[in-house]
């Protein structure tokens, strides 16, 4: 079993930085598919990105080019790097986990991008 458990969120203005980070209760080495969804007000969840054991990275269309998704195996740590903010980016942004037997999720930490 994995509990995961995001933070990081905040408001920020357009243009702005944030970096949001999820911590897993146990070691992520050996977890090939880790990812990061978001899910907007009033909206469906979506996949914004994932990462794989190996450090290869995937994004969504919408989010490629300004945000980065990074883990460190050492402190069992994935974390959303996101640049360049815009509205349209705010919700409440989940961690995700699948394991051989199962699938995990965050409790999710709010992002809101506003002036």
């Known amino acids: 079993q994995v509990q995961l458990v995001e933070s990081g969120g905040s408001l920020v203005q357009p243009g702005g930085s944030l970096r949001l980070s999820c911590k897993a209760s146990?070691?992520?080495?050996?977890?090939?598919?880790m990812r990061w969804y978001r899910q907007p007000p009033g909206g469906e969840r979506e996949w914004v990105g994932m990462?794989?054991?190996?450090?290869?990275?995937g994004y969504a269309e919408s989010v490629q080019g300004r945000f980065t998704i990074s883990r460190d195996n050492a402190k069992n740590t994935m974390d959303l790097q996101m640049n360049s903010l815009k509205p349209e980016d705010t919700g409440v942004y989940y961690c995700?986990?699948?394991?051989?037997?199962?699938?995990?999720w965050g409790q999710g930490t709010q992002v809101t991008v506003s002036s």
């Open positions: 995700y986990v699948q394991t051989p037997r199962s699938e995990y």
């Open positions: 146990r070691s992520i080495s050996e977890l090939d598919d």
């Open positions: 990462i794989i054991a190996n450090g290869n990275t």
